[in-house]
């Protein structure tokens, strides 16, 4: 019973795909389908063109990777643990993947070596309108980081609302700096 609910449900969807394809022809019988029993229920072969190009991949939200940067930053970090309590503000200023002195973040070296090894995580590509996220919620934390790495200007900021900016935050998290309990 099942194989036949299964072959009578191929061939809907072949009907469906005849009717729908452009010219109304439809997937063309293999030459092995020789009686007409056999090339009703034949479906087109894996080799058969069609004039329809493959979707292209949605984009992603994770951070682009890139080629190693220069480790030249100078940015002014601030995250916020919750609506109740203070923004944190820090300071990082790196030179050849290094922090300087005047840096006042928690984890100034790693945050360096950090944007040094992927200048573009704090690029992000824009979210899809069509993105699919998880729907979780990872905390009320939110961060904005200003600034310049490499000579390019970055403005952006990270939350952590669902699944795609819990994934932001933690490429992220070395330059963001733990705050609010989240590492």
């Given at each position: 019973?099942?194989?036949?609910?299964?072959h009578?449900?191929?061939?809907v969807?072949?009907?469906?795909?005849?009717?729908?394809?452009p010219?109304g022809?439809?997937?063309t019988?293999?030459?092995?389908?020789t009686?007409?029993?056999?090339?009703?229920?034949?479906?087109?072969?894996?080799?058969t063109?069609?004039t329809?190009p493959?979707?292209?991949?949605?984009p992603?939200?994770a951070p682009?990777?890139?080629?190693?940067?220069?480790g030249?930053?100078?940015l002014a970090?601030?995250?916020?643990?919750?609506?109740?309590?203070?923004a944190?503000?820090?300071?990082?200023?790196?030179?050849?993947?290094?922090?300087?002195?005047?840096?006042?973040?928690?984890?100034?070296?790693?945050?360096?070596?950090?944007?040094?090894?992927?200048?573009?995580v704090?690029?992000?590509?824009?979210?899809s309108?069509d993105?699919?996220?998880?729907?979780?919620?990872?905390?009320?934390?939110?961060?904005?980081?200003?600034?310049?790495?490499?000579d390019?200007?970055?403005?952006?900021?990270?939350a952590?609302?669902?699944g795609?900016?819990?994934?932001?935050?933690n490429?992220a998290?070395?330059?963001?700096?733990?705050?609010?309990?989240?590492?």
């Open positions: 019973m099942r194989q036949a609910w299964i009578a449900l191929v061939l969807s072949v009907a469906g795909l005849t009717a729908c394809s010219g022809g439809g997937p019988p293999s030459p092995s389908a009686s007409a029993s056999a090339s009703a229920t034949a479906t087109p072969s894996p080799d063109e069609t329809v493959a979707p292209s991949p949605p992603s939200s682009a990777t890139s080629l190693p940067g220069k030249n930053a100078e970090i601030m995250v916020k643990p919750s609506e109740s309590e203070p944190l503000n820090y300071t990082l200023v790196c030179k050849d993947g290094a922090p300087a002195d005047e840096s006042s973040h928690p984890s100034a070296a790693a945050a360096c070596t950090a944007l040094k090894d992927n200048p573009a704090l690029s992000p590509a824009p979210r309108t993105q699919a996220c998880t729907q979780q919620y990872g905390g009320p934390q939110q961060a904005t980081v200003t600034g310049i790495v490499d390019s200007p970055v403005d952006v900021s990270f952590r609302r669902d795609c900016e819990i994934g932001l935050w490429a998290k070395d330059v963001i700096g733990s705050a609010g309990g989240v590492s």
